[in-house]
């Protein structure tokens, strides 16, 4: 099994900053990409950002600029730093990781943390 714990989420002004944190541990042979997806009440949950393990990253259109993801050294813990945020980042923010364990790739999932941004 993979768990995935997250920390860092609250509540936060426009214009703010947080950062959030998701560790990865358990009986895991390699983790690949690892990223923050959110969802909106009433809305699909969506990619904010990845990174592989070589260290490529990919970003939301609409948080180009102001998110940064980054990995630790050991590859297993991921990070999001949120800057000048804004209502709409409101969500509840989940990790996830695509890891191998057992021989089989799988797409492993964080509880989520919220995420808001008062006006």
């Known amino acids: 099994q993979v768990q995935l714990v997250e920390s860092g989420g609250g509540l936060v002004q426009a214009g703010g900053s947080l950062t959030l944190s998701c560790a990865a541990s358990g009986i895991i042979f390699s983790i690949k990409t690892m990223g923050w997806y959110r969802q909106a009440p009433g809305k699909q949950r969506d990619l904010v950002a990845a990174?592989?393990?070589?260290?490529?990253?990919n970003y939301a259109d609409s948080v180009k600029g102001r998110f940064t993801i980054s990995r630790n050294n050991a590859g297993n813990t991921v990070y999001l730093q949120m800057n000048s945020l804004k209502p709409d980042d409101t969500a509840v923010y989940y990790c996830?990781?695509?890891?191998?364990?057992?021989?089989?790739?799988?797409?492993?999932w964080g509880q989520g943390t919220q995420v808001t941004v008062s006006s």
């Open positions: 996830a990781t695509e890891a191998v364990v057992g021989g089989m790739l799988n797409l492993y």
């Open positions: 990174i592989t393990n070589g260290g490529s990253t």
